[in-house]
């Protein structure tokens, strides 16, 4: 029996990927990051500032596609 311990990988319907354990993602440009954290959110919508990792964005996309009023709450 072998000592690895699988990573999980957890996508959340309309927001993020979530990484558990060590990982290494690849972004558009090539560019490989290695997850430091527990567990990480990768965008996968796409509108993220802080690509590859979610920044949250993928709320205000599903805000502005019901037509709520951003102002609001």
């Known amino acids: 029996m072998s ?8 996508l959340c319907p309309a927001g993020p990927m979530l990484l558990r ?5 690849q972004d558009a440009d090539g ?6 954290r527990p567990v ?5 919508c796409g509108g993220s500032a802080i ?5 949250g964005t993928h709320r205000l996309i599903a ?10 709450g």
């Not at 354990?21 to 993602?25: A, D, K, R, V």
């Not at 560019?31 to 430091?36: F, I």
Request: aromatic share 6%.
């Open 63 to 72: 805000a502005k596609a019901r037509g709520d009023d951003e102002t609001d």
């Open 40 to 44: 990480s959110a990768v965008c996968m």
């Open 31 to 36: 560019k490989t990051h290695r997850t430091v």
């Open 51 to 55: 690509k590859p990792w979610c920044d």
């Open 3 to 10: 000592d690895f311990e699988h990573a999980s990988i957890v």
């Open 21 to 25: 354990g060590e990982h290494e993602i």
